[in-house]
């Protein structure tokens, strides 16, 4: 079993900034793409931003390219989602997500749809004030 812990979320002003981290365990996520969804309340989770295997390939979210960055550590078994001049549209529980199914896959490229991501963590609550 694989286990992601998300953490940094809080309360932030509006055009301010947070970094997210997402630390997997108990597998060998650093072969697989992973990505960053969030889920604000009354609405589906919805696909923010990803990354492949090692970090050469991203994708975003219109509504985030630009302001977020995705990137990830292998050493440290890490995730991050620099999120910068965040806004109130911006307020959502986030979670991180591990493609795991195409872990090994070395050209696998990252995904835009939560129902291929196969591990989730808990989620951390990000809200920003007007």
């Known amino acids: 079993q694989g286990q992601l812990v998300e953490s940094g979320g809080g309360l932030v002003q509006a055009g301010g900034s947070l970094r997210l981290s997402c630390v997997v365990s108990?597998?060998?996520?650093?072969?697989?793409?992973m990505g960053w969804f969030r889920q604000a309340p009354g609405k589906e989770r919805a696909f923010v931003a990803a990354?492949?295997?090692?970090?050469?390939?991203?994708i975003y979210s219109d509504s985030v390219k630009g302001r977020f960055t995705i990137s990830r550590d292998s050493a440290k078994n890490t995730v991050y989602l620099e999120m910068n001049r965040l806004i109130p549209e911006d307020t959502a529980v986030y979670y991180c997500?591990?493609?795991?199914?195409?872990?090994?896959?070395?050209?696998?490229?990252?995904?835009?749809?939560?129902?291929?991501?196969?591990?989730w963590g808990q989620g951390t609550q990000v809200t920003v004030s007007s």
């Open positions: 997500g591990a493609d795991a199914s195409r872990a090994g896959r070395t050209f696998a490229t990252p995904r835009k749809e939560a129902k291929e991501y196969d591990y």
């Open positions: 108990g597998r060998t996520f650093n072969s697989c793409p």
């Open positions: 990354i492949n295997w090692n970090g050469s390939t991203t």
